[in-house]
């Protein structure tokens, strides 16, 4: 884009500063500071962005990260300065009920917006999965004289950001594999909500960078040839770049200029007033564009269409006919071709081991299945055999960074050609669960393998034995979660994960799960939960999942000779279950049995169906997994006993013992 004057620079950062006042003004909420600090740097980027006001999914555009996401006076400014589908009235909205300008950004609400950044330092994980899924996109399709892919992933991040734990997992990340498109620009204002930075923090941000692999540039964030310069220079550079811009929070707000007042609260109208007069604007004129501004930032449009132009030329002119062929099989992923394995011969299989075949079969059919484990693999069983590390290759070594793991797949599931699944222990689904909300918030096709699944951990203990992750997660609105019962269904739940636009986790075992018959008689396991068992004149219904549906099953044979015929319904996935029709829930749960749910973990989920669950109400033990599943009731006769205690029938002596159990 043309370079523009330092008077119509400073007029433009004027504009962008008095619109984002304005903006919280009039909604009487929001965070003006930032914006107005940032303004400067916002006017020479969008000098160097590459991207299409008319077209915000074209694949090589650059991608800018708003990490810092309370920061949305400037983005929503910017979005209908470039020309995006943002009005004047949208911002004149900011922040009222069913408006396109929320308090944070949001993805799939406001064009413009890459992705839904929420929490503080989630952007810059994200920021890293968008350089990710582009050098894993480049190494498929780019050749050495035709780069389909050549883009940059800019990040805005603050104080903030950099302070949260997350941050440092991902740029160690970025640093190592030198993902040399990304740039941070670090808002070095000094200021959070308490006051000065100082109070809480004084650490070397410059070498914690450059310990992390980084190139760092630092500057004065309001001057523009410095602003230029560094931008210019971290487009060439062969590693990841931070610029420090040292900025001044509330830039051109009289009298508040670098108070940690101008972070979360309205200016005020006599300091919007005095300021627009210091600045030349009119002073009592609200939303407020010069012409010439307008037009000076609207140049976005027109450079924007010849810039998409230009790479469809280049891609329909590839050298080498096979890159288009390999970003067509990226950009839509044939899920119908994989052969998925079949579990009916084998006798029995931990989940976590069939996931694995699973994974390996999605990995072979499509190009872009990619992944890895928080340092985990050979425990997760996540390993893509034969298929080499990233970014040349499928298998993503994350480290042990699950918070940042998590945020950087929401992102490669976003950028257009990566369908990336993430893994760890189960219980430690706690360090990212912040990840996976956003994931359903915006419904990303994210996917979550969770292995090590319950007190079946066994010797490890009570500090690696989930019991309230699984309620946690079926709590969480546009979240699926799954804990299939055998190989069989962990099949099913991949088959239906995989043709659903939202993110799924995989719940999975440590210990083998005998298979069960491949036919399922009564049901479909897709939809949820189905019946395993159905007898005449059932009086009771079980229902369980994972390693729980075998021993209910078991329970029912002894419990029908004590005169209380069970219906048994496995339910790999609670939230798909409550999203059937009544009818069909209904033959899956006759209203005419009692209920008793069955579930190693907290399970209270399952009072909206049953009469009694036989769950967790403790932590659990160090012990063998057979132990603590004895101690804690989860064995034939501990399910019988509390069926027979449902059904008000006394506990016969049915012997049990003759199908092993002590």
Known sequence: MQKNSHTLRRKMADTLRFLAADMVQKANSGHPGAPMGLADIAVILSEHLHHNPANPQWLNRDRLVFSGGHGTGLIYALLHLWGYDVHLEDLKQFRQLDSRTPGHPEYGHTPGIEITTGPLGQGVANAVGFAMAAAYTARQVNAETCRLIDHKIYCLVGDGDLEEGISYEACALAGHLKLNDLILIYDSNRITIEGDTSVAWSEDVAARFVAQGWHVRSIDGHDYDAIDAALTAAQTSDRPTIIIAHTTIGRGAVGLEGSAATHGAPLGEAVIRASKKAAGFPEDETFYIP???????????????????????????????????????????????????????????????????????????????????ADLAPSNKTTLKHFGDFPRGKNIHFGIREHAMAAITNAMALYGTVVPFNATFFVFSDYLKPAVRIAALTQIQNFFVWTHDSIGVGEDGPTHEPIEQISQFRAMPGFYLWRPADATENVAAWQTALSMQAPHGFVLSRQKLKTLKPQRDFGDPSRGAYLVKKRRGATLTIMASGSELMPSLQAGCFLEQMGIPANIVSVPCLDLFHEQDADYRTTVIDPATKVLAVEAATATEYYRYADDVLGMECFGASAPAGALFKKYGFTIKGIKARAAALMGVKNQSVTIEKLGEA
Request: glycine share 6%; aromatic share 8%.
């Open 291 to 373: 012409e010439d501004v307008l037009v000076a930032f609207r140049c976005a449009v027109e450079q924007g269409d010849l810039n998409e132009r230009e790479w469809n030329h280049l891609q329909r002119e590839a050298p080498l006919a096979e890159q288009n062929v390999a970003l067509e099989r990226l950009q839509h992923p044939d899920f119908s071709a994989i052969a998925y394995p079949d579990f009916s011969a084998v006798k029995d299989i931990a989940t976590r081991d069939s996931n694995g075949q699973i994974l390996n079969a999605i990995a072979k059919a499509i190009p872009g299945f990619v992944g890895g484990s």
